[in-house]
T-cell receptor, first 111, second 112 residues
Framework: DQQVKQNSPSLSVQEGRISILNCDYT??????FLWYKKYPAEGPTFLIS?????DKNEDGRFTVFLNKSAKHLSLHIVPSQPGDSAVYFC??????????FGSGTRLQVQP | DTAVSQTPKYLVTQMGNDKSIKCEQN?????MYWYKQDSKKFLKIMFS???????INETVPNRFSPKSPDKAHLNLHINSLELGDSAVYFC???????????FGPGTRLLVL
């Protein structure tokens, strides 16, 4: 029973273009959503988050959008850089407790 | 200066053995977690401790036993290892009221 889904296992974009990573969830009790970035042989590192009371949060090149009615969130990276190449995990939580993760999307930014 | 550290980084062992993985955080956080990343790359919560007390215990075989000797440490002991225990185990820490959990580098366990 996957409560958080990332349906695209991989994504390839050109440097300078926009990367859009998508995530869907089923549990309406989730009240906080996060994106993590993961390089090989390292642990996930926090990228950006959004509370369920907001629909957008921006931090530099990274913007997360939340559509509660559709139970959908997306991460936009503009402009994409080769150093952004990594696996991106969407995660959700209730009451800031344990995280429920998606299966990840591997982003490859081509120079 | 590593915030969340795990030892060992790699662990190769035989079926039936007992092994331990250690985690330490120097962030002064009050909550620590163990997650398992399986072959399908899903990261799933196993346990959570808050101030040395177990607060989350997901459906994990009782061969897995977490132990928190103090707030800064959360160890994971696994008895009678099975092939299906092969995975990457991540430790994480969190301070109530903060934005995110901080993850260790992972321990890659291979059971032969």
């Amino acid at each position: 029973d996957q409560q958080v889904k990332q349906n695209s296992p991989s994504l390839s974009v050109q440097e300078g273009r926009i990367s859009i990573l998508n995530c869907d969830y089923t549990n309406s009790m989730f009240d906080y959503f996060l994106w993590y970035k993961k390089y090989p042989a390292e642990g996930p590192t926090f990228l950006i988050s959004i509370s369920s009371i907001k629909d957008k949060n921006e931090d530099g090149r990274f913007t997360v959008f939340l559509n509660k009615s559709a139970k959908h969130l997306s991460l936009h990276i503009v402009p994409s850089q080769p150093g952004d190449s990594a696996v991106y995990f969407c995660a959700a939580t209730t009451g800031r407790r344990a995280l429920t993760f998606g299966s990840g999307t591997r982003l490859q930014v081509q120079p | 200066d590593t915030a969340v550290s795990q030892t060992p980084k790699y662990l190769v062992t035989q079926m039936g053995n007992d092994k331990s993985i250690k985690c330490e955080q120097n962030l002064g956080h009050d909550t620590m977690y163990w997650y398992k990343q399986d072959s399908k790359k899903f990261l799933k919560i196993m346990f959570s401790y808050n101030n040395k007390e177990l607060i989350i215990n997901e459906t994990v075989p009782n061969r897995f036993s977490p132990k928190s000797p103090d707030k800064a440490h959360l160890n994971l002991h696994i008895n009678s290892l099975e092939l299906g225990d092969s995975a990457v185990y991540f430790c994480a820490s969190f301070e109530t009221g903060e934005e995110t959990q901080y993850f260790g580098p992972g321990t890659r366990l291979l059971v032969l």
